[in-house]
Structure formats: C-alpha cells, structure tokens
C-alpha cells in the first residue's frame, strides 16, 4: 500500500502544479494538492520499511492526511457552489476543479487504505 501512496502523492502533487500554473501563478492556494501530496509522499516514502510497526504507524498517518484532504476539499467545494448559487456570482472553474478531484483522489485512496488494512487484519487472525 506504501507504494500506492506514492503514486497518489505523485497525482496530487501533478494536479496542485496544473492548478496553481493554470490560473496564471496568481493564487498560491493552488498549490494545496501540492503539499497534501508532498505529505503523503514522505509518510508513503517511510511506510516503505520491512519493519512491521512502523509500516502501520506511517499508513495509519497517510490515511489521516487522506481523510483530512478529503473533507477539506469536498467541503470547500460544496461551499463554493453554495456561495455561488447565493451570489450569483460565477464559480471558478479551475479552483472547484481542482477541489472536486482532489476529494475524489483522496476518497479513493481512503477507500484503498481501509480495504488494505481490513484485509490485513483477516489475514492475522487466520
């Protein structure tokens, strides 16, 4: 699972870089998809360990920050409609996309750690 998360990483960090240079440099919280994937590539990077504690400890750690991304994202999109909806006003295309795939990124990624670790547990209880 350590190293699906280095592949997750590797996707947040790509749609941080495409928002952030999408909307022309101007808005840094572009980036947040960036270091949401930064995070989960050093805590993946370390769940790379033949040691059996710290492998769990390090992806108990990522499904936190995935969790977190999750709600975060989702949450800022669903307010970003609502405002929108309220307004009038335009939504921004780039931001709610960005916000919109980076949930569906981390909910499948969520989704992924949980199944692992539910199989994991089976596994040690045979």
């Given amino acids: 699972m350590a190293k699906v998360t280095l592949v997750f ?11 952030y240079f999408g909307t022309g440099s101007l808005h840094p919280t572009a980036l947040i998809p960036t270091w949401f994937g930064v995070a989960l590539g050093v805590f993946g990077w370390l769940a790379i360990s033949p040691s059996e504690k710290r492998r769990k400890l390090f992806m108990h750690i990522n499904v936190t920050i995935g969790l977190l991304g999750f709600l975060g994202a989702g949450i800022r999109a669903i307010q970003e409609f609502v405002h929108s909806n309220a307004t009038g006003k335009a939504i921004d295309p780039i931001a709610v996309g960005a916000q919109v795939t980076m949930a569906g990124f981390m ?7 949980v199944r692992s670790f539910i199989t994991a547990r089976r596994a040690g209880k045979v």
């Fill in 9 to 19: 990483a590797a996707l947040l960090i790509a749609l941080g870089l495409a928002s």
């Fill in 107 to 113: 909910l499948i990624y969520v989704i992924l750690c």
